[in-house]
């Protein structure tokens, strides 16, 4: 599972360096303010899906594959609550930049 998570981070990456090089090469720049945005909020995505969530994520799965038998084990749900807010946010992140990329609203 942890092999798998490099293909979106590199993809992610090179989404980021593609769309400011074509920026450049077009001679666009950062004249558009959504944008400027978008790319911003990008950048934060990146910060918490690249640095942050596998971090959590690796923690909970650690949790669950050192327990034993069907229950759930005991530190689970705070894992889970902890890393919540996270991955909430960098789906959220996602789609208000789909939006702002779609509607181009300024």
């Keep these: 599972m942890f092999k798998l998570e490099k293909f979106p981070k590199t993809g992610a990456v090179l989404l980021l ?3 400011i090089g074509i920026m450049w090469m077009s001679n666009t720049g950062f004249q558009h303010g959504w944008l400027n945005v ?3 909020l990008f950048v934060l995505l990146e910060i918490l899906a690249i640095g942050i969530v596998p ?3 690796k923690r909970i799965a650690e949790c669950v594959l050192a327990s034993t038998g ?3 084990p005991d530190g689970y749900e705070n894992l889970v609550k902890e890393a919540r807010p996270y991955l909430m946010s960098v789906h ?3 789609a208000l930049i789909l939006v702002l990329m779609i509607s181009k609203p300024f």
Excluded: H
């Design 17 to 19: 360096a593609s769309g």
């Design 70 to 72: 069907e229950r759930i």
């Design 38 to 40: 978008s790319l911003g």
């Design 92 to 94: 959220l992140l996602a």
């Design 55 to 57: 971090r959590k994520m």
